[in-house]
């Protein structure tokens, strides 16, 4: 006899990824040469608004940059902010969906330029985002018993028990 069971659990509804550019600037005192550029302490949060995914963080560019002919070196300092809209697709709303963003590509400098005191940099990341909710999964439900399957005991565990413990004599020359 079958008949159907209904299972309520969490699961991810949709999910996305996208990836983001942004161009900022820093000004400086008499730049020479950007020697290097690093993206730390990216934290970052999500929210759903209705159709739309909201999604507010922030990390700090350290730019290390020489100056006076390239005699000297020093490092900048800027934390950027960043807040990106993500508009849904056709999705059933529902308000008690949890929505869970993840870094997949760290943000990373990918270009800087250098032109009079200022300094022009690009960053790129990529979030990706997925939606959790409740559903309710029906699922065919066997109420009959499986069959036992019969345990026989294995001939070679009896012989296994009839060991002759004493076969090495005492005598033998190796």
């Known amino acids: 006899m079958t008949n ?17 550019t942004t161009t900022n600037s820093i000004s400086v ?3 020479s040469t950007i020697l290097g550029c690093w993206v730390i302490n990216h934290e970052f949060n999500g ?9 507010d963080g922030s990390y700090d560019v350290n730019i290390w940059y020489s ?4 005699t000297k070196t020093n490092v900048v300092k800027q934390t950027d902010h960043y807040h990106e809209i993500i508009h849904m697709r ?27 005191n200022v300094i ?6 990529e979030l990706g985002i997925e939606l959790v909710g ?32 004493d076969f090495i004599k005492d005598d033998t020359v190796i």
């Not at 056709?90 to 009079?116: A, G």
């Not at 022009?120 to 990341?125: A, H, M, R």
């Not at 409740?134 to 296994?160: F, G, L, Q, R, T």
């Open 4 to 20: 159907y069971k209904e299972i309520v659990t969490k699961a991810v509804l949709s999910k996305g990824k996208r990836l983001f």
């Open 29 to 31: 005192e008499n730049p």
């Open 47 to 55: 929210v759903r608004d209705k159709d739309k995914i909201i999604i």
């Open 67 to 70: 100056y006076d002919n390239d």
């Open 90 to 116: 056709e999705h059933e709303s529902d308000t008690d969906e949890e929505v869970i963003v993840r870094s997949l590509k760290q943000p990373s400098c990918t270009k800087t330029d250098l032109s009079n």
């Open 120 to 125: 022009t940099y690009t960053i790129e990341k």
């Open 134 to 165: 409740d559903v309710k999964v029906k699922v065919e439900a066997n109420m009959e018993e499986d069959p036992w399957d019969d345990i026989v005991e294995d001939k070679d565990v009896e012989d296994i028990k009839n060991v002759n413990e």
